[in-house]
C-alpha cells in the first residue's frame, strides 16, 4: 500500500475508487471507499390492483395516487376518476297511460304505456310503475311492475269499483364515466273504474 498524507491512503489498492478523510481523533479512521451506482427499476403493472397505489396515472390528469389526485379516496380507491363531480342534472318530463280489461272472475288488467317526450329511453325502459287503488282515503299499491323497452306495462288485480292510478316514481340514473346525472319525473295517471262483467 502507499504512504498515507494527512489522514488520507495513497494510491496502490484495487479499490481506491475514492477517497475518505480521517475523522476527529482519527474516527472513524482514513481510508478507501468504494462508489457504486445505484439502478432504482419501478414496476409498471399496479402492486395491490388499486389504481390510487399504483405509481400511474390513470386517469390523465398529471397527479399520481392518493395523497395526489383528488380523485383517490384512500390507497385503496380502485380509481382515480373523479366522485361526484357531475354536471347540471338534466330533466325529463313523462307520461304514462291507464287502460282497463275486465278479466273473468272479478280479475283486472290494468295496463299502460309511459313516454318520455324528449325520447331519452332510459326514462321509459325497465321502469318501476306502481298500480294503486285508492282506500279509505289514501292510495295503496295493489301490484308494482317494470316497464319493457318501449315504455309498456301491465299487471292484474282484483277488481273492486274505485278509483286507480299508474305512478312511475321520480328516478336518478347517474353515469360517473360521463359525469353524467339524469333525472326521471314522476309520472301519474288516475282513473275511475267499475267491473262491467
Given at each position: 500500500?502507499?504512504?498515507?498524507?494527512?489522514?488520507?491512503?495513497?494510491?496502490?489498492?484495487?479499490?481506491?475508487?475514492?477517497?475518505?478523510?480521517?475523522?476527529?481523533?482519527?474516527?472513524?479512521?482514513?481510508?478507501?471507499?468504494?462508489?457504486?451506482?445505484?439502478?432504482?427499476?419501478?414496476?409498471?403493472?399496479?402492486?395491490?390492483?388499486?389504481?390510487?397505489?399504483?405509481?400511474?396515472?390513470?386517469?390523465?390528469?398529471?397527479?399520481?395516487?392518493?395523497?395526489?389526485?383528488?380523485?383517490?379516496?384512500?390507497?385503496?380507491?380502485?380509481?382515480?376518476?373523479?366522485?361526484?363531480?357531475?354536471?347540471?342534472?338534466?330533466?325529463?318530463?313523462?307520461?304514462?297511460?291507464?287502460?282497463?280489461?275486465?278479466?273473468?272472475?272479478?280479475?283486472?288488467?290494468?295496463?299502460?304505456?309511459?313516454?318520455?317526450?324528449?325520447?331519452?329511453?332510459?326514462?321509459?325502459?325497465?321502469?318501476?310503475?306502481?298500480?294503486?287503488?285508492?282506500?279509505?282515503?289514501?292510495?295503496?299499491?295493489?301490484?308494482?311492475?317494470?316497464?319493457?323497452?318501449?315504455?309498456?306495462?301491465?299487471?292484474?288485480?282484483?277488481?273492486?269499483?274505485?278509483r286507480y292510478?299508474?305512478?312511475?316514481?321520480?328516478?336518478?340514473?347517474?353515469?360517473?364515466?360521463?359525469?353524467?346525472?339524469?333525472?326521471?319525473?314522476?309520472?301519474?295517471k288516475a282513473?275511475?273504474?267499475?267491473?262491467?262483467?
Amino acid at each position: 500500500a502507499g504512504s498515507g498524507v494527512n489522514g488520507t491512503r495513497g494510491a496502490g489498492t484495487s479499490d481506491d475508487a475514492c477517497e475518505q478523510p480521517a475523522g476527529t481523533n482519527n474516527q472513524p479512521p482514513a481510508g478507501n471507499c468504494i462508489s457504486q451506482s445505484l439502478t432504482k427499476q419501478w414496476d409498471p403493472e399496479p402492486v395491490n390492483g388499486h389504481e390510487c397505489d399504483d405509481g400511474i396515472d390513470n386517469d390523465g390528469d398529471d397527479l399520481v395516487d392518493f395523497g395526489e389526485d383528488p380523485g383517490c379516496l384512500d390507497e385503496t380507491d380502485g380509481s382515480e376518476l373523479p366522485v361526484n363531480v357531475i354536471v347540471e342534472p338534466v330533466r325529463h318530463d313523462r307520461t304514462i297511460s291507464m287502460r282497463f280489461d275486465d278479466g273473468a272472475g272479478r280479475r283486472l288488467v290494468v295496463f299502460g304505456r309511459l313516454r318520455v317526450p324528449d325520447g331519452f329511453d332510459d326514462c321509459r325502459a325497465a321502469q318501476p310503475v306502481n298500480v294503486q287503488r285508492r282506500v279509505n282515503g289514501r292510495w295503496v299499491t295493489k301490484k308494482t311492475t317494470t316497464t319493457n323497452r318501449k315504455g309498456r306495462y301491465a299487471v292484474e288485480i282484483f277488481d273492486l269499483a274505485s278509483r286507480y292510478r299508474a305512478v312511475a316514481p321520480r328516478a336518478e340514473l347517474e353515469d360517473l364515466d360521463n359525469q353524467r346525472l339524469d333525472i326521471c319525473r314522476k309520472a301519474v295517471k288516475a282513473k275511475r273504474h267499475r267491473h262491467r262483467r
